[in-house]
């Protein structure tokens, strides 16, 4: 059975400071990978998306990037964290086009 | 551009009560239509998914789902639920071609809640 983690849980972190969050498969090879961010109490934005590994397409610029290092292993990051990057950062995989499975997600708040 | 609309924000009902959250959407052609649930500080779980086929899907935890093309809606029932079902549910659609194949749509979410 497939199984997707994130780390960490949550963060808090100042503004201006970096952020890495991780977000790991284990079970499937080669899956389609996606960050999405979700404000409180918000609906779900997608951010990122990959294909294959090294690739990742941005479908939203929220000052945010995004890499795939690994096949399992997709990483969402930023230099600079602004307050409007607080919120709830989820990931997702899919076999292809079909259904994706999210993870537990990353809750993030930034002072 | 797709859109997805969940007209209503927040659902109460009693225990033991039927349940319809509804969604519509917005596409020119038939795309992949999925609920979903979100719990308290969770992340997201599959409820169910249609592609094509019967209208009628069936998806865990007794939930079901009626696709209308004629109407472009996907709304979701219960016959009876428990007060383990609150949470947010989100209705989504994706095109399923492209490049970006796997580009989810949300609606805002319902809150349900459910009195015991």
């Known amino acids: 059975a497939q199984t997707i983690h994130q780390w960490p849980v949550a963060e808090i972190k100042a503004v201006g400071s970096p952020l890495s969050l991780g977000c790991t498969i284990k079970?499937?090879?080669?899956?389609?990978l996606y960050w999405y961010w979700q404000a409180t109490g918000g609906t779900l934005q997608q951010l990122f998306y990959?294909?294959?590994?090294?690739?990742v397409e941005s479908v939203v610029q929220l000052n945010l990037s995004a890499s795939r290092p690994k096949d399992d292993q997709f990483i969402l990051s930023t230099e600079k964290l602004l307050l409007s990057h607080s919120g709830f950062y989820l990931c997702?995989?899919?076999?292809?086009?079909?259904?994706?499975?999210f993870g537990p997600g990353t809750r993030l708040l930034v002072l | 551009a797709q859109s997805v609309t969940q007209p209503d924000a927040r659902v109460t009902v009693s225990e033991g009560a039927s349940l319809q959250l509804r969604c519509k959407y917005s596409?020119?052609?038939?795309?992949?239509l999925f609920w979903y649930v979100q719990y308290p500080r969770q992340g997201l779980q599959l409820l169910l998914k249609?592609?094509?086929?019967?209208?009628v899907v069936q998806g865990v935890n007794g939930f079901e789902a009626e696709f209308s093309k004629s109407n472009s809606s996907f709304h979701l029932r219960k016959a009876s639920v428990h007060w383990s079902d609150s949470a947010v549910y989100f209705c989504?659609?994706?095109?399923?071609?492209?490049?970006?194949?796997?580009?989810?749509?949300f609606g805002h979410g319902t809150i349900l809640r459910v009195h015991p």
């Open positions: 997702a995989w899919s076999p292809g086009v079909d259904t994706q499975y």
């Open positions: 079970g499937k090879s080669s899956p389609n």
């Open positions: 990959s294909i294959t590994v090294g690739q």
């Open positions: 596409y020119s052609a038939t795309p992949y």
């Open positions: 249609y592609y094509s086929g019967d209208p």
């Open positions: 989504a659609v994706s095109i399923g071609t492209g490049a970006n194949t796997g580009k989810l749509t």
